[in-house]
């Protein structure tokens, strides 16, 4: 039932992810092959609370709908890596899942894991702040960016909004404060706009300036990823459940790809949405199967244009009762799954 079999990871394109899979990514050696000499290496976390414009920044970076946006919070489940090789170096990106209190456990405690996990990996934290927060609701960020002793980068995203500056002018000496008393190294503060793609070239050059010189994690300069294909097919679906379900429902949705065939003509995917009720699957499925039909559609059309290819999708409904709670249930979902350990920083940035 897990949604993670092993298939190669998508490649980079000027357009969008290419047309069908790659070979997985090489392992990590720190013997430098020639083409990577004076280049520099590194990863970067990006954190911060729910619908601060984690996963906006990193698209916006990689040209690639990599990681899924809504409008609604909590989105993101599990950190995706994301590869940006240009003629200074590398850079993996690790987008996280928006950091919050979670204090029922189950796939709230594994969302929490992954962010943790992934702020002792880096050099860099690129800690995203929304502007119509407040102090005491970035609490649980500082608490992990202070364990984590990292440098930090504090960028102010939506920026662009004049409504938004008086809060930027209030707020930042605020975080500094805070980030001080915990501790916690900042090293520059940055104003952008990750949607309009303002002040990003500024965060870039510093970024590259602090990374230091080293082999790449990744050997295969055109590879954007090491998640396979059908982990972000799981995705494009369950990213149209939180456009098209209501408000809560989506949270109680889990997304397995039963079928993945790319030599079919068209290629053939079959997945599951899994429920937690049987009233949930109801609402899902809707009145003569309109809601699973409009799911599918959207679905189709988001897959295709990542995959640069047309697709059959089958999509069924089924219930596994109370799953993100259950940790057996999670674990048959995939959500335990240990990450690789080979992408670590090499050193601190300064």
Avoid at 93 to 112: E, S
Avoid at 120 to 135: F, L, N
Avoid at 192 to 209: F, N, Q
Wanted: hydrophobic fraction near 40%; charge should be positive; glycine fraction near 6%.
């Amino acid at each position: 039932m897990s949604k993670r079999n092993a298939e190669p990871a998508p490649k980079k394109s000027t357009e969008r992810a290419p047309k069908m899979i790659l070979k997985e990514e090489a392992p990590f050696s720190e013997k430098a092959p020639a083409s990577q000499a004076n280049r520099k290496s590194g990863l970067v976390a990006i954190a911060g609370r729910p619908n601060a414009g984690k996963s906006t920044i990193m698209n916006a970076l990689l040209g690639s709908e990599l990681s899924i946006v809504t409008p609604k919070a909590q989105t993101t489940r599990e950190r995706v890596n994301g590869v940006l090789t240009e003629k200074e170096g590398q850079i993996v990106f690790i987008d996280t899942p928006g950091i919050h209190r979670a204090r029922d456990g189950g796939i709230n405690a594994y969302m929490m894991n992954e962010v943790k996990s992934a702020l002792h990996m880096p050099e860099i934290i690129w800690y995203m702040v929304d502007p119509d927060s407040a102090p005491r609701h970035e609490e649980a960020v500082l608490a992990m960016l202070a364990e984590a002793k990292r440098p930090v980068y504090l960028i102010f995203n939506k920026t662009d909004q004049k409504r938004n500056l008086p809060s930027v002018e209030r707020l930042e000496p605020e975080l500094l404060a805070a980030c001080a008393v915990l501790g916690i190294e900042v090293v520059k503060t940055f104003k952008i706009s990750a949607l309009k793609k303002r002040g990003l070239d500024e965060l870039m050059a510093a970024t590259w300036d602090a990374l230091p010189i080293g082999p790449f994690h990744f050997e295969d300069e055109d590879q954007i990823s090491d998640r396979p294909t059908r982990f972000f097919v799981s995705e494009k679906i369950r990213e149209q459940l939180f456009h098209l379900l209501g408000d809560e429902l989506p949270y109680c949705c889990a997304i397995a790809i039963e079928k993945f065939d790319e030599n079919s003509k068209p290629v053939r995917i079959e997945a599951v949405i899994f429920v937690e009720r049987d009233s949930q699957k109801g609402m899902v499925i809707g009145a003569a199967g309109a809601k699973i039909k409009e799911i599918g559609t959207a679905a189709r059309r988001e897959i295709e244009s990542f995959l640069d290819t047309k697709i059959f999708l089958g999509l069924n409904v089924k219930v596994l009762k109370d799953w993100s709670k259950d940790p057996e249930r999670l674990k048959q979902l995939g959500y335990d799954l240990p990450r690789p350990k080979k992408l670590s920083g090499k050193k601190t940035a300064s």
